[in-house]
């Protein structure tokens, strides 16, 4: 990998679409390969099952492009009734869905002008939970990381978190994550290591040197 630092390069609308079909092409397959008792495996998301993940996601792009915003949208409530709207559907008919908002989301995101783009890198990440349940190797990882790593440098800038210098192994330079301004924090570590920090997920068994800031002031997501 070589992917080098973001720093104040002007918004690609067309990134979001990209690691979102990217993310397809892998995951869907995956999902349709396993057997429907895997979909009741738990996650790293508290209380959530794969099949829970999968369907706040198919119902979170379902509402990104059909422009569905009503108040309260995405918080634990609304997240709970979208994955009880789809309690009667089939695995599949869940993946099915998650498979056309992966397809069709990228556009309605370009357009948004940057507020939904943390929704494609928690697209992302959510991924990474079911390979995680599922046990498959490098969960946080594969073709869309590179993709994932300057969205998230991105993300992180707009909501004003902690600046961190990132030594990350296998780039050539670092990443500059958070509101640039007040001395940055340190990172040097892994990519995937990384995406866990600002995911919120677990990251026992890895190596990584983190100063001048606290796992939890990572999160994106918390």
């Known amino acids: ?73 995405f918080s634990p409530e609304s997240n709970d009734r979208d994955i009880a709207e789809r309690a009667e559907w089939s695995h599949q008919e869940v993946v099915d869905e998650l498979e056309r908002g992966m397809t069709g989301a990228g556009a309605a995101i370009a357009a948004a002008g940057g507020v939904l783009d943390g929704v494609a890198l928690g697209e992302w990440v959510h991924a990474g939970d079911v390979r995680e349940a599922f046990g498959e190797p490098g969960a946080y990882a594969g073709v869309g990381l ?10 992180s800038r707009e909501r004003g978190s902690v600046p961190l210098h990132a030594d990350v192994d296998d780039l050539d330079e670092p990443l500059l994550l958070g509101a640039p301004g007040a001395p940055p ?36 997501f918390g």
């Open 1 to 73: 990998m070589t992917t080098g630092a973001v720093r104040d390069e002007a918004r690609d609308p067309e990134l979001p679409g990209r690691l979102l079909t990217a993310e397809r092409d892998v995951l869907v397959p995956l999902l349709r390969s396993r057997p429907d008792a895997d979909f009741e495996l738990r996650t790293a998301c508290p209380g959530w099952t794969v099949r829970d993940v999968l369907a706040h996601c198919s119902a979170a792009l379902t509402r990104v492009v059909e422009g569905r915003f009503e108040e309260g949208v």
């Open 146 to 155: 590179p993709m994932a790593l300057e969205l998230m440098v991105r993300v």
């Open 185 to 220: 924090a340190r990172y040097i570590g892994g990519a995937a290591t990384l995406v866990r920090l600002y995911a919120g997920r677990p990251v026992v068994g890895t190596r990584y040197e983190l100063a001048g800031a606290a796992e939890p002031e990572l999160n994106l």
